[in-house]
């Protein structure tokens, strides 16, 4: 595991008090093993400096009107999308987690480090202020954003194809399997809540949910 300070340098930052960037990157099993803070209040605060950043940016760069700016600000906060910022951090190298979620491949697990990119933010937002943390985000994220918005969100697309036919959609878990740091989960896409428009498989049920509607825009030939 690197050091923080490593982190600080990318950045950009150097923090007076050192306990909110060690939250930040510390994950909720290594703050129960250790009985220490973890990153869930400072990813809550993330959260809303990311939405807020994000907006600043698309209503400086982009003449969209609003339902534009609200989908491309969507995409570009999504899990995935945060997924790729810190992976040009290298951000997954500085976080504290528990043996467990270590030894079950905790460092490569996007929600995991979604979740302490985040809270990152909401560490430079409390102990900087909103101007810091903007001048963060423009060297962490708007470098990336166009890598970003090309990711297919599978869900979303056949939501509005859908939406266009005045149908609506749910989904379903119909199966799991395997340990518990190991599950593979089964969806279903449903539509009006009776014919079932595809199924897929993933490691997460958010994965499964999005193979399923891959596979129901497939059946549509909305997409190749």
């Keep these: 595991m690197k050091h923080y300070s490593l982190l600080e340098e990318k950045l950009g930052v150097t923090f007076k008090d050192k306990s909110l960037i060690i939250e930040a990157l ?5 703050g129960n093993e ?24 698309l209503i400086s760069k982009y003449k969209m009107n609003e339902g534009d700016m609200t989908k491309r600000r969507a995409q570009a906060v999504r899990e995935e999308a945060l997924d790729i910022y810190a992976s040009h951090l290298g951000l ?34 409390k102990e900087f202020g909103f101007d810091t943390a903007y001048d ?19 869900k979303t697309i056949l939501q509005e194809e859908v939406q266009a036919d005045k149908r609506s959609l749910s989904y379903r878990i119909i199966d799991e399997t395997g340990p ?5 989960f089964t969806a279903e896409v449903l539509m009006d809540d009776e014919l079932i428009m595809g199924r897929g498989v993933g ?8 193979e399923a509607a891959k596979e129901a825009l497939r059946k549509k030939a909305y997409i190749k």
């Design 26 to 30: 510390t994950h909720s099993s290594y």
């Design 34 to 57: 250790h009985n220490c803070p973890f990153n869930e209040r400072l990813e809550f605060l993330g959260d809303a400096v990311l939405e807020l950043s994000m907006s600043k940016y």
């Design 180 to 184: 518990a740091h190991d599950k593979v």
């Design 203 to 210: 490691k997460t049920k958010k994965d499964a949910e999005q």
């Design 136 to 154: 963060v985000f423009s060297r962490i994220v708007i470098p990336y954003v166009d890598e970003v918005v090309i990711i297919k969100d599978f």
């Design 92 to 125: 997954a190298d500085f976080l504290y987690l528990g043996r467990g979620e270590e030894l079950t491949g905790g460092r490569q697990r996007k929600a995991v480090i979604a979740d302490a990119f985040e809270a990152v933010l909401g560490a430079v937002f």
